[in-house]
């Protein structure tokens, strides 16, 4: 991990349950940091903290410079919107890391302008979720030219504690991607299991902790299988985020060729989940409640 990020002028967008503590992390470091957020609470944290805030997106960018403009954001289309707002105040040699799990093809899109304003464009998606988020030990998969990523590989370190270049623009959300697609069908066979143990009359907080550290084993099976034994769904990974990254991998898996039962038999739970049963504010280990209905 970085010593310090005393130098480091960095733009943060997003100020989310992801986006906060990551923010604080770079500025505990000794990040120059400026931010801005949609909505007004967390702009108010932010002031209070010591952060200066923005006073609209394109104001963050004409303040970076030629620093880093990290982006964490919820869906592509948000992404697109926020890259044409920033667009005219960027700078020749700005660095721009999207945190979020946004589209393949927007992201080719993305970088693309970016080298057009002679700046950088690096695809950072990251997994470990809120919690790996506060700890500062997310696991960022990267997509971007080599030199730009060691340009800001100390920004990145502070953030994470696995950070991987995986390759040209696009090869972090590609990974991404397939993270998503074992988080998602994992999250279904975990649901199926426990739920299956409790029909047939087993306690499953005894059958999660009896799986422990066998070939069953998973942070999903240890964090979400203890939030399904106890019907703990408040929000950490918002069911309709999954549905979105399912989505984003059923659109990828189209593109390359790629034809999976499992993963259409996937797409439709979460869509039912999500859209017919009306859970997207859920936790996405609420998945669980399917198997109760």
């Not at 426990?194 to 059958?207: N, T």
């Not at 950490?236 to 039962?261: I, N």
């Not at 869509?271 to 504010?281: A, L, P």
């Amino acid at each position: 991990m970085s010593e310090t990020l005393s130098g480091y002028k960095i733009g943060f967008i997003g100020l989310g349950n992801m986006g906060w503590p990551m923010a604080g992390h770079l500025q505990d470091f000794g990040a120059d940091i400026v931010v801005w957020n949609r909505s007004d609470e967390p702009k108010q944290r932010a002031a209070e903290r010591g952060m200066l805030v923005a006073t609209d997106a394109e104001a963050l960018a004409g303040v970076v410079g030629d620093g880093v403009i990290c982006l964490n954001l919820t869906h592509s289309d948000v992404v697109t919107t926020m890259v044409e707002v920033i667009e005219p105040a960027l700078a020749s040699g700005v660095t721009v890391i999207d945190f979020g799990t946004t589209g393949y093809e927007e992201t080719l899109g993305f970088a693309a302008k970016l080298r057009e304003k002679e700046g950088s464009w690096i695809d950072a998606p990251v997994s470990g979720g809120q919690v790996g988020a506060e700890a500062g030990n997310l696991t960022i998969m990267c997509g971007g030219e080599e030199e730009a990523f060691n340009r800001v590989r100390p920004v990145l370190d502070v953030v994470g504690e696995k950070v991987t270049l995986m390759g040209k623009s696009g090869a972090g959300q590609v990974t991404k991607m397939a993270n998503q697609l074992i988080v998602a069908q994992t999250i279904d066979a975990v649901a199926q299991a426990l739920r299956l143990a409790e029909l047939a009359g087993i306690d499953s907080g005894k059958v999660r902790d009896a799986l422990r550290g066998g070939f069953a084993e998973s942070r999903i099976l240890e964090l979400h299988g203890e939030r399904m034994v106890n019907r703990d769904f408040a929000p950490g990974g918002r069911s309709e985020l999954q549905l979105k990254d399912v989505r984003l991998m059923s659109e990828l898996a189209e593109r390359v060729g790629l034809e999976s039962s499992t993963l259409q038999n996937s797409l439709a739970l979460w869509e039912n989940f999500v859209h017919e049963r009306g859970h997207g504010d859920l936790d996405h280990s609420g998945l669980f409640k399917i198997y109760e209905a």
